[in-house]
């Protein structure tokens, strides 16, 4: 049966696990590792806090010098006889928790494991599990050595300054009952400040003895008789959860769960609301201590040692934050690549997002980040902004996209003058941004002014590029090289200069060898005067449409294309040359009849056949167990030379092994 009692519909929520909430963890002890955290400091050695460590004091009315830490747990362990309480006392954080707008909380929960000494034990007929969150005035309980009063009374004066004087906060008490005895409630109270010099200051607890403790609420506790017994050796989680709701009232809630941590099944809950005034004069809303611990009491006879074993303290907090957006800057990017844009985003709860176009939304862009494929130079100086948003705020951060285009030249073409004339070469030129030009003749950078051969260079760094009384001497190839920040290229052309007219000069194209399926491309440089037209020819000597530039690019070449000789052809005035080149198409292997399995006894041989085709004929290698056999590699057959599209040649290729057991099937690998 779960125990649930519910004063008003917003404390039922707040007993409800936030674990999808945007939580900040301030602290969690697991009392492991190479440092664990002090255990009753003094005050000439507090101890470290962080957000792992801290300095715990033990306070008890028993004698609780059985208490250790480490080793993942920590054992409040006292020694009690009718009723008592024990209890650890820490600040978890230098920087107050300050709770000062609606929806804001901090919650603490510890788990522990059940053990004959608690539930269903030897200690009591009931028990109380205690947690509290305090504001220490940032003093923590430096008082050296355990805690423990043994029957002090109000007026002794052990504690005259230590302990946890001044601290303000609220308790929860989880309450168990046996069934041997009336069920006892559980409940929430504050705990005023403790001024005096006394040991009033000693404990925290709602049974410390501190003065002016006042349970504002009561709820239904837990009773063995009544309902599902806690398990001895399982975990159980205590959780106290104090949430800001206006500037005159909070909201506190105790929950016990099943389980190691506070997102589990809910056992037993109690809230209470309050506002500022009345019952609870001392409200705070700053927390940076705490205390957990235990309570037995009911008759006894005799002293029974009691241990409540704790494996893990968390502190959590709650503090919604307006959005921000940090690191979203302007990016330039190279036309027809890609790009993201991200930055890092911070907001309590996690802000919702949305990317923006030049102020307008992005259908479906409700990322972090923002992924642009193949930009375009369209997109140059757009604006990309993004908005974070959530119930606390919002934020629009934007960047500029610049995109930058490589360079690329068109129109540079041989060109021929006589000797004397004037040449100019002026190709088309683009780029973002503009691109720097350097002409080369020759492969070498070229310089304004006179020449060797008398004639005038201009415009060697700009375009066009003017020789004036061009002469022989200025023949050659010139190039031209842009470049800017997306990248360079280099274009070339060959000019002919002479005294009269000149034939054509051809050189190459060259003969290729081309993979079937991929490109491939004859080339050649041509000169003469005046500029030779240009014609390639098929296999069969018929001109090939629009090829008609020093470059021939043949598509996706297919084995019948084998042995096919292209032709170019250079005419001018003074004459014609043609020059021709050979195209061989090879052909990958391919395995066409895979070996079949086989079984065999000793005495049996084994016999593997594969066929495969190829251009050339292929080589064969056979595995065994993904090795290669050591056996000597098998020729295929000689095949007669042809330039009409083969024949599947059919090539089979044996491997015999004799007397093996079995003979599994080997891995063939393709040549």
Known sequence: MKKLTMLATFVATLAVPLVLKSQTTVFQDTFAGSSVSTFNPTAASPGTLNATNTAYCVAASKDARGSTIGSGAFNLTTVATSSGYIEAQARFTNAPIVLNAAGQYVEIFYTMTANPGIFNGQASTNMQLNIGLFNTGQSGPTNGGFLWN?????????????????????????????????????????????????NL????GLSSGAAGLNSFTTYAGISSGSGPVLTNGSQYTVDLKIQYVTATQIA?????????????????SGGWTGQFGGIATNLTTTFDGFEIGLRPTGPKSGAVSVTNKITGVTVISYIPTAPTIAGLTNQTVIQGNNTTLSATITGVPTPAYQWQTNGVNIGGATSPTLALSNVQYAQNGWTYSLV??????????SMTLSVIVPPSIAGLSDQAVSSGNTA?????????PTPTLQWRYNGANLTDGLTVNGSTIAGSTSNPLTITGAQSGDSGTYSLVASNSAGMVTNSMYLTVGSGNVAPI???P????VIQGNNGTFSATVSGLPVPTLQWLNQTGTPITSATNNTLVLSSVLYSQNGYVYSLVASNSVGSVTNSATLTVIVPPAI????????????????????????PSPTYQWYKNASPFRAAPMPAPPTPRSTSPPPRRQIRAALIMCRFPTLPVPRIARP
Do not use: D, H, K, M
Request: glycine share 12%; hydrophobic share 30%; proline share 5%.
């Open 510 to 513: 060259t003969n290729i060898t």
């Open 201 to 204: 200051n000693q404990g925290l």
């Open 506 to 508: 051809l050189t190459g």
């Open 150 to 198: 043994a029957g002090l009374s109000a007026s002794s004066n052990q504690v005259p300054t230590g302990a946890c004087q001044n601290w303000l906060g609220y308790i929860g008490q989880i309450a168990f009952t046996t069934n041997t005895g009336p069920v006892q409630s559980s409940s929430l109270a504050y705990r005023p400040p403790q001024i005096g010099a006394n």
């Open 592 to 615: 066409t009849s895979q070996p079949s399995s086989l079984t065999v006894t000793n005495t049996q041989s084994a016999s593997f056949t594969v066929a495969a085709t190829g251009v």
């Open 388 to 397: 974070a948003s959530n119930f606390v705020g919002s934020i629009t951060n």
């Open 424 to 432: 100019s070469l002026n190709p088309t030129v683009s780029g973002v």
């Open 252 to 268: 506190v809630t105790n929950t016990l769960y099943f389980g190691a941590g506070n997102g589990g099944t809910i056992y037993s």
